[in-house]
T-cell receptor, first 112, second 112 residues
Framework: SQQGEEDPQALSIQEGENATMNCSYK?????LQWYRQNSGRGLVHLIL?????REKHSGRLRVTLDTSKKSSSLLITASRAADTASYFC????????????FGAGTRLAVHP | GAGVSQSPSNKVTEKGKDVELRCDPI?????LYWYRQSLGQGLEFLIY????????KSGLPSDRFSAERTGGSVSTLTIQRTQQEDSAVYLC??????????FGPGTRLTVL
């Protein structure tokens, strides 16, 4: 069963706007990771945030983690048409070995 | 190699036939994972290999599915007597001691 649930399921914005995607999960975790997938094929790792971290940045990406609420958010600032993709959160449950559990993803469309 | 490679990229088969999907992980990565992604869904964990340890097969959906990893490198996922519900993209990932998993481009399996 899927642990992570992203919302919204789909997001459509204009270039230059910010995009925020949320992820909720059910069990305690070692870390939470965000991936991007273009055209339904290979996934690209974007960022990893550990359970003892609250916020992390990478370029135009900002990820937050609230373990008390079992939720995370991914913010893409100043979006570009090339950011159009599906974005997945994946959790690494505590006591596991990086056997990631993925949500169903958010489909982001950035219009020029 | 430079990244995880998978072959074939696409496979169309008839119901009841057996198929083999191949994954070449990044050289030196000790961990290898297989996931399955049905249309419009997130990834579903299938099986995990770590070094010479016994694999975690807990995600395999039925006994028609099996996988092996020879010499701690290349892995083959075999699906026997394929069914239409096996149609999906099969993704392989590898990782070293870090938490990041690097994904291959996937094999799109279509069972007619």
């Amino acid at each position: 069963s899927q642990q992570g649930e992203e919302d919204p399921q789909a997001l459509s914005i204009q270039e230059g706007e910010n995009a925020t995607m949320n992820c909720s999960y059910k069990t305690s975790i070692n870390n939470l990771q965000w991936y991007r997938q273009n055209s339904g094929r290979g996934l690209v790792h974007l960022i990893l945030i550990r359970s003892n971290e609250r916020e992390k940045h990478s370029g135009r990406l900002r990820v937050t983690l609230d373990t008390s609420k079992k939720s995370s958010s991914l913010l893409i600032t100043a979006s570009r048409a090339a950011d159009t993709a599906s974005y997945f959160c994946a959790t690494d449950p505590s006591g596991g070995y990086n056997k990631l559990i993925f949500g169903a993803g958010t489909r982001l469309a950035v219009h020029p | 190699g430079a990244g995880v490679s998978q072959s074939p990229s696409n496979k169309v088969t008839e119901k009841g036939k057996d198929v083999e999907l191949r994954c070449d992980p990044i050289s030196g990565h000790t961990a290898l994972y297989w996931y399955r992604q049905s249309l419009g869904q997130g990834l579903e964990f299938l099986i995990y290999f770590q070094g010479n340890s016994a694999p975690d097969k807990s995600g395999l959906p039925s006994d028609r599915f099996s996988a092996e990893r020879t010499g701690g490198s290349v892995s083959t996922l075999t699906i026997q007597r394929t069914q239409q519900e096996d149609s999906a993209v099969y993704l392989c990932a590898s990782s070293s001691d870090t938490d990041t998993q690097y994904f291959g481009p996937g094999t799109r399996l279509t069972v007619l």
